[in-house]
């Protein structure tokens, strides 16, 4: 003989067991879609190419003349080796940067009266720009110096501003020097000697 299943019994273990574990009444939920935070890509690659442009553009810097730049070098160098060879004293460097025209060799007599004065010669040159006209090149400095006679001389110091006037490409030779020339102070020493002065009639 089969027996009713008695259904009052079963309710009160669901009621019982609600109240044991403090289960809420309802019995339906909404489940929550996650949906992940999409990272958007355009500002990493702006920054990325941006980068790239900065270190490709300073990886190294191109001459974008380089005949220009080289002639520059020339100029450069002759200027230097003008100084080097009057303080070094050194007539035949002197002479062989020079053109033989009239100035330069009374420059050149100047210069070797200076040689035979002091024993000493410092000179420095501070270019302040260089004009290039097809094969003809100012050079603008501003020079300083201290010529002395010996070792216990105090010296001579004078300072001014000169043009040395150039010409060439690939040799570069001075064809003149207008302003303040740098060389010559024993002769301009000579002519405007305070010690020297005109009796009054």
């Known amino acids: ?22 289960l809420p009444d309802c019995h339906s939920y909404t489940a ?3 949906v992940p935070y999409k990272f958007s890509l355009f500002p990493v690659l702006i920054l990325a190419g941006s980068i790239a442009f900065l270190a490709v553009g300073c990886s190294g810097k191109k001459v974008h003349y380089p005949e220009d730049h080289e002639r520059y070098l020339r100029i450069d160098r002759a200027v230097e080796a003008l100084r080097l060879a009057y303080v070094r004293e050194d007539s035949s460097d002197l ?56 070792g216990e001389d105090s010296g001579l110091r004078q300072r001014g501003h000169s043009k040395l006037q150039w010409v060439g490409t690939q040799s570069i030779l001075l064809r003149g ?16 000697d305070p010690t020297r002065s005109s009796k009054k009639k």
Do not use: C
């Open 1 to 22: 003989m089969i027996r009713p299943r008695s259904t009052a019994g079963a309710g009160s273990l669901v009621m019982y067991a609600s109240q044991a574990l403090d």
């Open 32 to 34: 929550i879609t996650m």
């Open 95 to 150: 002479a062989a940067l020079m053109m033989p025209v009239d100035q330069l060799e009374r420059l050149k007599e100047e210069a070797k009266g200076d040689f035979e004065t002091f024993s000493t010669i410092t000179l420095d040159f501070a270019t302040e720009r260089i004009m290039i006209d097809g094969d003809n090149i100012d050079v603008f400095v501003h020079w300083q110096g201290l010529w002395k006679k010996d």
């Open 177 to 192: 020097i207008q302003g303040d020339s740098p060389f010559g102070v024993q002769a301009r020493q000579a002519t405007t």
